[in-house]
């Protein structure tokens, strides 16, 4: 019964590798959303999809690039890794109309890049 | 552009004490205020929220009121807990259409010792 899923929980990989991240919701919102969370705690949020439409791209390097295959899964791949790219990744997804919404946040993937 | 700033932390307090978390905003139109908590390890979970002007959101011991006037949607608990060791952070979501994302404050860290 999980709201908003996020595989994996966490990823230690090396430097100059490609992966990704894989988010469900099963709550019938139409928007999601990529978060990245650094080392103070600071969110800054990267992408937003609605209905498979990508409405925010933030200022995030080109090798990070989101799919969203349906309404109910929104995907991050990440090409070439970097050190800098060590965070924890936060998905989240909300109903779009309206400001009267907060979002619903998956419990994060802790990525390390060695 | 909206914005939200709360106050620095880390809060320090001993267990039954008071708590203000400050954060103001800063808006166009009339934006929707939360109050998220992160739990060490854990995602973000909406702790209240307010809609309105002079609505007051509350939810496990936790209040806040918005304050149109000063701009501000202070967080307070009577009586801390060590289980209330977290980050709390505010967070407002303008009103609009597919452009009003959730913008957060920086984050407080809350420490409650026994």
């Known amino acids: 019964d999980t709201a908003v899923s996020q595989t994996p929980k966490y990823l230690v990989t090396q430097m100059g590798n490609d992966k990704s991240i894989k988010c469900e919701q099963n709550?019938?919102?139409?928007?999601m959303y990529w978060y990245k969370q650094d080392s103070k705690k600071f969110l800054k949020i990267m992408f937003s999809?609605?209905?498979?439409?990508?409405?925010i791209n933030e200022t995030v390097p080109n090798r990070f690039s989101p799919k969203s295959p349906d309404k109910a899964h929104l995907n991050l791949h990440i090409n070439s890794l970097e050190l800098g790219d060590s965070a924890v990744y936060f998905c989240?997804?909300?109903?779009?109309?309206?400001?009267?919404?907060?979002?619903?946040f998956g419990s994060g993937t802790r990525l390390t890049v060695v | 552009g909206n914005s939200v700033t709360q106050m620095e932390g880390p809060v320090t307090l001993s267990e039954e004490a008071f708590l203000t978390i400050n954060c103001t905003y800063t808006?166009?139109?009339?934006?929707?205020l939360f109050w998220y908590v992160q739990y060490p390890g854990e995602g973000l979970q909406l702790l209240l929220k307010?809609?309105?002007?002079?609505d007051k959101g509350s939810n496990k011991g936790f209040e806040a009121t918005y304050r149109k006037e000063t701009t501000s949607f202070h967080l307070e608990k009577g009586s801390v807990q060590v289980s209330d060791s977290a980050v709390y952070f505010c967070?407002?979501?303008?009103?609009?259409?597919?452009?009003?994302?959730?913008?957060f404050g920086a984050g407080t860290i809350l420490r409650v010792k026994s």
């Open positions: 989240a997804s909300s109903h779009t109309q309206g400001s009267l919404y907060g979002y619903t």
């Open positions: 709550l019938g919102h139409d928007t």
């Open positions: 999809y609605n209905n498979k439409e990508l409405i």
């Open positions: 808006a166009t139109g009339y934006p929707s």
């Open positions: 307010a809609t309105k002007a002079d």
């Open positions: 967070a407002l979501r303008g009103r609009g259409e597919y452009g009003n994302k959730l913008v």
